[in-house]
């Protein structure tokens, strides 16, 4: 096996805690590309992932799901995609592809030596000789950054973004460190290409139902418009839109019980049409992800509907008659959905705050808290807006702030910390420059 690089990486929870060796050298780093097609999105629940390639990984797969897709346009004809992610909490790992003659019948794959191997870029710590970033479940602790290092990574260009129809998080992320992003279109021409949205649709007052789903579809549900039960929800203001570090506690509080979830352009005040949403650099969303910059829509339980697991098609026709009627969207009480056999894994990432994710996929669906247990944060990239990935007509993005850029370097050391770091000041820089060119009301 050739020299190169060797890298520690890890998930939250510490079940994927490895050693692994990047292909590229020091002083000639790798490009890295930010995927924004339709199966990285809804087999994430991101609007972006992002991978770096590596040799075969030393250590054993187990705890780790796999994932096979075979249309995502990552995986070209011939060729057969796994994902590999976290069984505990559900961080995406790597992603390995090889040539489909190579699969048995079951499944397995005859020489795992072939093929190439990938990385989430969100779980790499450091270099493996740094000696010390330390992760364990709820690290927050920033590594040291530069130590005159050599470049390992670089973000170059995004990539199929034209699954998105706006671009996804493409117009939000054009500079890292003063180097302009590439935007590419889809690389696999089999992929089908939707027509072209600016994502800033009006809102249609019969455009009341929003879909959303996993990459496998295991998990589907609906969210509805604003209506009055979305204002009965009481909540502190979250980091995206107050400091949390730089806030007084009692501000933060939210004492006048501000609706802050709620946005009302487009239609009369007292009546908010779309959702707040948001960028966030956490370290918990990132080792709980896999990737750099999570995405999420804060929207009321009571606006959130669940579709039963999907039936198998029957294998003998069926007269119209005899079929049964369309099951009825189920109310977000996880209880329940237990009971109905939605298949959705939960994953304590601190006290009192919890994440759900598909266990089949591997997508993260939501974050909640003790604290407001009647507002809910949802993964964007699992909406399947008409205008596009980022859902311009049910969401409004918020442009003053990248919720814990702080933290966009904790846990990680050297050039992984640093480049990490770049990718979120673009961030939060394009951010701005989109609420300048909007006149100001994303941020309102």
């Known amino acids: 096996m050739s020299q190169g690089v060797e890298l520690l990486i890890s998930c939250h ?46 250590r054993s797969l187990g705890g780790l799901v796999s994932y096979q897709d075979d249309s995502s346009p990552h995986a070209p004809p011939a060729v057969t995609l796994y994902h590999y992610f976290c069984d505990t909490c559900g961080c995406h790992v790597f992603r390995h592809r090889k040539a489909s003659a190579l699969i048995d019948s079951e499944g397995q794959s005859e020489d795992d030596e072939v093929g190439t191997w990938e990385v989430a870029t969100g779980i790499i710590v450091g270099r493996a000789d740094a000696g010390s970033a330390t992760i364990q479940a709820g690290d927050v602790e920033v590594g040291g950054e530069g130590g005159g290092e050599e470049p390992l990574l670089r973000f170059a260009r995004h990539v199929n973004t034209d699954s998105t129809k706006d671009g996804g998080l493409s117009p939000f992320i054009s500079l890292v460190e003063g180097s302009k992003l590439e935007v590419s279109e889809t690389r696999n021409t089999s992929s089908i290409t939707p027509p072209p949205s600016t994502g800033e649709r009006e809102v249609d007052d019969s455009d009341d139902v929003l879909e959303a789903y996993c990459r496998c579809k295991a998990i589907r549900f609906r969210i509805t418009r604003p209506d009055a039960s979305s204002r009965l929800p009481r909540s502190g203001f979250p980091d995206l839109t107050v400091p949390f570090a730089a806030t007084p506690r009692e501000e933060a ?33 990132r080792l709980t992800s896999g990737f750099e910059v999570q995405t999420w829509t804060f929207v009321p339980r009571s606006n959130i509907f669940f579709l039963p697991p999907m039936s198998p098609l029957p294998t003998t026709p069926t007269s119209p008659s005899s079929l049964s009627p369309a099951p009825k969207p189920i109310p977000l009480d996880f209880a329940i959905l237990r009971q109905q056999g939605v298949p959705l894994k939960g994953y304590d990432s601190s006290p009192g705050r919890r994440r759900e994710f598909c266990p089949s996929c591997g997508a993260t669906v939501f974050w909640h808290d003790r604290w407001r247990p009647d507002l ?62 909007m006149g100001g009301l994303t941020k309102g």
Do not use: M
């Open 376 to 437: 809910i944060d949802v993964s964007v990239g699992l909406l399947d807006a008409a205008e596009g990935a980022r859902a311009g007509s049910w969401l409004r993005w918020w442009c003053g702030r990248v919720s814990f850029e702080e933290e966009a370097g904790s846990g990680r050391t050297g050039e992984v910390a640093r480049v990490a770091k770049g990718l979120v000041r673009g961030l939060a820089e394009g951010l701005g420059r989109w609420e300048d060119g």
């Open 253 to 285: 509080g939210n004492p006048r019980d501000e609706k802050w979830w709620l946005r009302a352009e487009g239609r009369a005040a007292d009546r908010p049409a779309r959702y707040l949403a948001g960028t966030c650099a956490c370290g918990s969303c």
């Open 13 to 58: 929870c510490g079940a994927a805690k490895q050693t692994v060796v990047l292909c590229a050298q020091p002083g000639n780093p790798s490009d890295v590309d930010l995927c924004h097609c339709h199966a990285c999105r809804h087999g994430s629940g991101l609007l972006c992932v992002s991978y770096t390639s590596i040799q075969k990984p030393p």
